[in-house]
Nanobody
Framework: QVQVVESGGGLVQPGGSLRLSCAAS????????MGWYRQAPGKQRELVAG???????NYADSVKGRFAISRDNAKNTVYLQMNSLKPEDPAVYSC?????????????WGQGTQVTVSS
C-alpha cells in the first residue's frame, strides 16, 4: 500500500504562483509514474501534468507554459509549480501514484488539496 499526501494548496491572486507537493511512501518511489489531477465543481477530473519514472513529462494544453511538474526521488516527492494562475485554475488538486506491473501495478491517490484563485 502506497500512502500519498499532498500539501501546498491555498488562496492566491490571479497571476500569482503556488507550489504543490506530493509525498508518496515506498522504497521504489523512483519507479512510480506520478501525476497531478484536478477537479472543479461540476466538472470531470482532468490530468494536469504527469511525470514518468524516467522524468518524461506531459501537460494539459490549458497549463502548458505555466505549470511545471518535477520529482525529487531522494525525498519521495513530486512537485507542481503553478505560475500565472488564472480564474479557471481553481479546483481540488490530487496526486496520483502508479506503481509498475512488477510491483503490483497499483494506483494510489491522495486526499487532494484545494487551490483557490481570487482577488
Amino acid at each position: 500500500q502506497v500512502q500519498v499526501v499532498e500539501s501546498g494548496g491555498g488562496l492566491v491572486q490571479p497571476g500569482g504562483s503556488l507550489r504543490l507537493s506530493c509525498a508518496a511512501s515506498g522504497s521504489i518511489f523512483r519507479l512510480y509514474a506520478m501525476g497531478w489531477y484536478r477537479q472543479a465543481p461540476g466538472k470531470q477530473r482532468e490530468l494536469v501534468a504527469g511525470i514518468s519514472s524516467g522524468g518524461s513529462t506531459n501537460y494539459a494544453d490549458s497549463v502548458k507554459g505555466r505549470f511545471a511538474i518535477s520529482r525529487d526521488n531522494a525525498k519521495n516527492t513530486v512537485y507542481l509549480q503553478m505560475n500565472s494562475l488564472k480564474p479557471e485554475d481553481p479546483a481540488v488538486y490530487s496526486c496520483n501514484a502508479v506503481t509498475p506491473k512488477l510491483y503490483g501495478a497499483g494506483d494510489y491517490w491522495g486526499q487532494g488539496t484545494q487551490v483557490t484563485v481570487s482577488s
